[in-house]
């Protein structure tokens, strides 16, 4: 959620948050057990991603990285990517692990006719010295975005970058489709459809359907692929409409019956 103030905190996350209470040194043995097998299982996962990445980017050979986030605005910014370049190579994370990404390009040899293009990804301290290392490498760099950033970092970001466009009053995908397809009247749709869902307007039942449909990273590639072409709704964003509201309506009815037991 947005506030109309000033940034959005988010506060630390402390043991009264997490309401452990051990009442012996075994269970906290135990808690520090599983909280360093989970970080072991999230730096595995990381780790498997990045050479997942790392083989993409060593086997592409065209010229544009699109880095962006994971929900419909982000697809929608894909989408026109795709419709203006042609041959995108498209890596969709979330506002925590984009920095890592970043790290990631830094340690792959590639010529320096590489554009980098972020989207619908807000700024974090973590990404300048990234960013500013490939650019020294002579790639280019490219930023589009609706968020609240933090003043010092907006300064930051716009003297490493070679173009940096911040509006709040739009979503990501309009910000790409007014700098890359302004006369392309499919390219307008598919910002439409973006703006109905980022903004929550939901006039346009497209947008819930294309939203609900995307549940991870083949189903965005998936969606994006179709909205390029001007594809908007067939049969097989139907059937994932229909699988991933049945799950969520299943989830639902779970949540509700572990509230009544």
Known sequence: ?????????????????????????????????????????????RRNVGKGVIGRLNEYSGSIIHLTHTDLD???????????????????????????????FDGVQRSENTTLCLSDLGGREGAVEPITRLKRKGWSIEWRDHHIWEKPILEDVRRAVDYLSIKREVCACEIVYQDLLKSDLVAKEIAAIGRDRDFWINKDHRSEVLSTAISDNASRDTIASKLAQGIFTDSEIEDLYTLHSSEKQEIGRASCRERVS
């Open 74 to 104: 982000a697809v929608c910014c894909d989408a026109i990517f795709q419709r203006r370049y042609g041959n995108v190579l498209t890596i969709f994370s979330s506002v925590q692990d984009y920095t890592s990404y970043l790290d990631l």
């Open 1 to 45: 959620n947005r506030s109309s103030g000033g940034v959005i905190k988010v506060m630390p996350y402390s043991q009264a948050d997490r309401k452990i209470t051990p009442s012996n040194d075994f269970t906290v043995l135990r808690n520090l057990h599983r909280c360093t097998e989970c970080a072991w299982s999230v730096n595995k996962m």
